[in-house]
Each structure stands twice: as C-alpha cells, then as structure tokens.
C-alpha cells in the first residue's frame, strides 16, 4: 500500500508557499460570477414570525478552491443542499470556519454593511489556523454586495431588523487522512432576522462553568472556527438544567472571565481603586476578537466619561464587587443581539445580583447598556453618518 | 421575531432526559436495517495500490435521528453523497464525531473486529460531549456485522491488510442556532488499507511544537471529536516545512509530552531510578483514551518484564535521558499504524537522537516496539486466539 505519510503530512509539503499566498494559482475574482436566478422564489416570512437562523433567502454565493488551481470562478446561485462525499474532511476533522455580520436596510433604502472589513480579515485569520486557503476579503465584500442585490427583498425592513449573513468556508477532500485539505468551499447564506428583544431588552441569568473550559492559551480559542463551538453546547445545557439562561466561562486558577456563552463579556464597575471602569477581558488570544466588541471599546473611549480597559477580571474580584454594590452593570456583546444585559451569575453556588437600571426598576437594562445599543444600531441603520457603516453600491 | 433563546439556549431545555437515554424514544435497532444492495459495484484496487483512506467500498451504513422520533430505521445503501441544507450544524459548529476501526480477514477466512466495544463507548462518550444523540453500541456493532458481509469484497486479504472502517456522527439541525442540535446522521463508511509499511518500519522523526497547544484540562482532549483536529494541521505543516515528520504535542510549564501528531506516545527508558519502564502520559482528560494505547499497556502489564506506567513525562526529563543513554525506545501508537518508531525529536532547536534497534544498525524499530506491533497483528489476524479479536458471525 501507498500509504506515504499522506496520512499525517501535509500532501503539500514542498509547497506550502501556494497555501499561504496566491501567487502561483487563481485568487478569488468576484467580477468573474456566475449569476444563475431562483426560478421558483419562495414567499417573504413575517417580520413578526422571523426566527433566528430559520429562514434563508432565495439565493447562495459558492466558491470552490482546489490546491492546483486556486479559486474557480464565484457564483450566486438557488439556494441549495451542499452534497459532499462522506468522506469530505469537514465532517471528520472540523475543517470549518465562519463569520457573523449582517446587512441592514436604512431609512433611504441604501443597504448598509457594519465594518464588514473586520469580518474579512478574521475569516482569513480563522481559515489561516485550520490551514484553509486565504482570499481577498474586498473580492468576496464585492460578491456579498453582488449577492444582497440579487437577494434585497429578503433583507427586512425596520429597525432592530436585517439580512444575517453567514461566510463560511469548508474543507471538502475526499479523503481520511488528517492533512490540509486541498479542497474547500466558500459559501455565504442570508437569514432575515429581528432584533433581539422586540419588545424591550430582556436581563438573562448566567451560570459560572466550573467543569469545562472554552480555550486556553496556544489553543484556539480567537479563532472563529467550528470546534470552538459544539464543546460549548453542554455546559450550556447544564446551564438551562439549573435554570440559568446561558453558561459564563472562566479560566485559570483565578477563575478569570472570558466570554458569555458565544459573546464577549462587558463589567461596569467601580473598580478596586474607585474609578468607574468599562472592563472586558484582553485580546490574549483565548477570547474572540469581536467586531461588537472593539465596537463598544472604541465608542465608550470616544465618550470619555469613565475610564475603558481591557483587563483580566476574575470571579473572586466580581463577587467581592457585587458584595460592596460596586457592579453597575454586566452584558454580553455579540453580532447577533448587539449587547445582552446579565442579571445574575451563579458562582459556586451562589446567586450574585447583578443590578440593572438604578432608576427604572422595571428595566431590563442599565443605562450604559442601553446606550452602547443604541449607539451602535444609529450607526447600522445610517442614522448617525460614521465611517464604519459601510453603503453597498 | 421569535428570537425566543433558541440562539444560544437548547431547544430542548424541559426534556434533556430524551437526549441521555432513549427511553422515550426509539433506540438505534439493527434488526430493522433496510439493505439496498449496490447495482454498480466498483472494481477492487489493488493490495499495491491502495493509499490510506481515499478508496471506499460499495455501500456504507447510515441512521438518522431525532428529537422526536430517536432512531429512524438503519440503513445498509450504496456508497453515496451527503446532501445537507449549508446551514446545517455540522457545517458551522463542529458537530461531529468519530471512531477509527478496522476488519480484518483471518487465514480461515473469518471477519474479525478488534476491541470494538471500546470504539463503540468511546463513541457514545464523544457525542455525549458535544450534545449529540446516545446509542446502543452494540447495535452497532450487530450493523457494522452486516454491513461487512455485504462489502465482504472489500475486505483486503493478507497480514497486514484490513478494511478501515470510520463510524462518524454529525449533527444536521438546519438553523444557525448555536444550540444542541435537534437532528443527527450517524454513518459508517469502509476503505481498504494496507500495512503502514509494507516494506518493513520506516522511523519518523518529530518537531516538539510550542506555539501551540492541542489539549487542556476541562477541554476536549480526551474526545474522538473533529474540533480536535484541525487545530492540529498548522503545527503538522510547521514541522514539515523544518523537516519533521509530525508534530510532538507538549502541555504546560515543563513541557510534558503529550501525544504525537494523532497518536499517542510510548517512551521505553531507563527512568531516574534506573529502572526500565515503558511509560505513556497518564489519562488525565487531555489524552486520547486510544483502544492501541490500553492494548499496549494491558500486553507489556501482561509480560512482566519491565515496569509499566502511566505517568507525566516532561520533554527536559526525555532531554536528559537520551544525553545519558538512558532512552531505550519511543513509538507512536493507533489504530492506523499500531505502532510508528521515533528516531529524532526536535525539542528548543536541538535534535534529540533516540535509539532504534542497538543489535541491528539497519533496523528502523526497536525490539519492544516490534515485539508489540507483532503481537497486536497477531490477535487482530488470530494468529493467536485472544478475546481482544471478535469474530463476526
């Protein structure tokens, strides 16, 4: 048998330069798609009916790579079933990475984009990790723009409503052996969804994982890559067995604070020397690098009205801080639902009471969360002018 | 919207009881198969042809499940495409899983599996992990039976030969929900391989990596789940671009040896006491339970002639063994190659020579790493009579 080293080597050995780089084959070309219309359009859902990630828009973009070629041709195509040979590596070695972004609709009717080139650049550093091929992140912004044209009226109307728009990319070789895959394809699905809380913000409860952790350092966890996410699934449903509406993961001795569920995690407090502080923990490249994170990073230091930090936060300091009434405020941040007000975190065993707005007891959300949301909605919905709304064309 | 927490919280937050157990709904039953025989078989390839997993048989064994109904009816059908909707779980979340086994064809012409209960609880210990459907291995088992009298054809002959099978189960909800999926397709594909080397043992040589790191404890390292590898391909191209063949795993301050590429690692030494030992790093949640490692550990226990362990081995400690001669032998272990000898580990920029055969200068494996690789092959062929080799009947 020829079994090589193909099975644990790279098949590309003397040519790892063509991964990296796409000088010797094709990159990615949106001017040359194929354009191929839904002859049977399906009927608009309800924006009142809409569940997230339920509903998908009439149309795909698909691009396939191979490792001799490079990109093939892009096309925006019916919305279809992806078939793959049971022994594509996506369904073995998790060869999958994605993106979360969304388009939104404004008042004019101009479709918006939210710093959609941070999106780019993140899915290129996620399919970096896995040894999936790069691509030039403007050629595949084109293609989405291309793409929410062919598909706009899925893109819904309203505030709080938008397109959310799902890049992917997956490994496709036939082949058992663990290796780069020298196939891949790229793809993008639009799901038309509504805000978060239709009807006002709605404060959830966390419990603290002491069983599990989500990554560590040299592991994976910056990356926004498939197997960050299944292992997350049962200490959420060990969450929603006790009650609690969504696990916070901890790490290390200290039982730092790293993320909410799939969010990034925000402490308003009065910090230990008294100052008031917007505190998130630090891009040590176990936290996702989110694009609503940065966001609220970089408008609250715009504010300057309390002091920003990106800082390791641990659960003994959050408790102590509950204790002396020093939180003012907790949330989660994340594309899907912007920011997440926490009401209580539950810590070896107990219930920590994480208050909301001071003068409104009957608020689901304090005033500094409520203004990140919607400060960041003005800038999405082009309310506010801001360069990081960015109009398709 | 109906936004609901369907996102971020399980479905199923009032009936995790069904996930666990299959009381109340219907467990996998091999009794049930449905078998559609293939009416284009392909031809054989060839012994000398044959490359690790990249030829299949003619059919392939597939169930599909759901929170509702449990376990539809199994199903033996021609080697075929998977179709899935691209916002299917699988695609976006890692959720997948898999087992590694082979049949092997014995000199009466008998199928033999070896250890396979240990696969099929490995398997289920695996998709509990990542919130997928529990199931009755050994209906499993009695499928795989007759799954592989039906590709019988495909079972190599020779010592050496088997047909590698990889039972695999990916979770199929279609939603961009990050939650416990509601659907999941198990199945089982073969491909005929040959001796990983045919021409006798070819000794590898490794780069310790330290950028990254596979395991931690609370992670996943202990689970056969695609999220695991991945990762894994980076640190294997960084060490083929240096010229190593495979990547050493290390883990934590003293640099503990964890496992090799996708094996795990056996050092043979004379240890600080100066006793001879074959040791393995212990199954302290970030080791892969592998059903090679426990054979191995369970032989040389068996044997008696040296001291067996399962212990923390650092990198510094190998280091300074093999600078006082001290190491006697290192192999990789796993189903695909049983064993794979170490001659070289890169370790801080310094090769670490370890020894091979001393009483044979050409030999490419040292006499205990032979000695287990023969008597594995001799149970998997029952060559030697051995309750690890389960015959199907």
Redesign the interface.
């Known amino acids: ?10 098949q590309r ?1 003397n040519q ?1 330069a063509k ?1 990296w780089s796409s000088s010797a084959t094709a990159g990615l070309q949106a001017n040359l798609v194929r354009v191929t219309k839904n002859e049977s359009p399906k009927a608009l859902v309800a ?8 509903t ?1 828009s009439d149309h ?1 973009i698909t691009a396939e790579w191979s490792i001799e070629k490079g990109w093939d041709a892009p096309e925006i195509r019916p ?9 594509a590596v ?7 990475c ?1 993106e979360g972004m969304k388009a939104y609709k404004d008042k004019q009717g101009k479709i918006r984009l939210f710093r959609p080139d941070m999106n780019m650049a993140r899915m290129n550093r996620s399919t ?4 999936l091929p790069q691509f030039d992140g403007d050629e595949l912004l084109k293609l989405i723009g291309d793409y929410l044209k062919v598909d706009e009226r899925w893109i819904p109307e309203g505030r709080g ?1 938008s397109l ?1 728009l ?1 890049p ?1 990319m ?2 496709t070789q ?7 895959s020298n196939r891949a394809m790229l ?1 993008v ?1 639009g ?1 038309p ?6 009807t006002g913000f709605s404060a ?1 409860s966390l419990k603290a994982t002491t ?3 989500r990554a ?5 966890g910056d990356s926004k ?10 200490p ?2 060990m969450a ?2 006790k009650g609690y ?2 696990n916070l993961w901890l790490f290390g001795e200290q039982d730092q604070l790293t993320e909410v ?2 969010m990034n995690l925000f402490v308003l407090w009065k910090n230990e020397q008294g100052e008031v502080e917007l505190a998130t923990p630090p891009l040590d490249g176990s936290i996702l690098p989110g694009v609503t994170r940065d966001s609220i990073l970089s408008l609250a230091r715009s504010w300057g009205e309390f002091k920003v930090s990106e800082r390791k936060l641990t659960m003994p300091q959050l408790r102590d801080a509950v204790k002396e009434n020093r939180v003012l405020e907790v949330f989660g941040a994340g594309t ?1 639902c912007i920011v997440t007000p926490v009401k209580t975190i539950e810590y070896m065993g107990e219930d920590l009471h994480i208050p909301l707005d001071p003068n409104d007891p009957t608020s689901q959300a304090g005033p500094i969360t409520k203004r990140v949301n919607d400060t960041i909605m003005d800038i999405q919905y082009g309310e506010i002018e801001h360069p990081w709304s960015v109009v398709v064309n």
Request: charged content about 15%.
């Open positions: 048998m020829r079994f090589l080293r193909a099975q644990f080597l790279t050995f790892p991964r924006n009142k009916d809409l569940i997230f990630g339920r998908f795909m919305y279809d079933k992806i078939c793959l040979d049971p022994s996506v369904f073995h070695y998790a060869s999958e994605f970096a990790r896995i040894a409503y959310y799902r992917t997956i490994g036939e082949s058992l052996g663990v290796a780069a793809f699905i799901s969804v509504g805000p978060y809380y239709p959830i069983e599990y952790v560590w350092p040299r592991g994976t890559i498939g197997g960050n996410y299944a292992p997350g699934l049962l959420q449903l929603a067995k509406q969504q569920g799939a899907a």
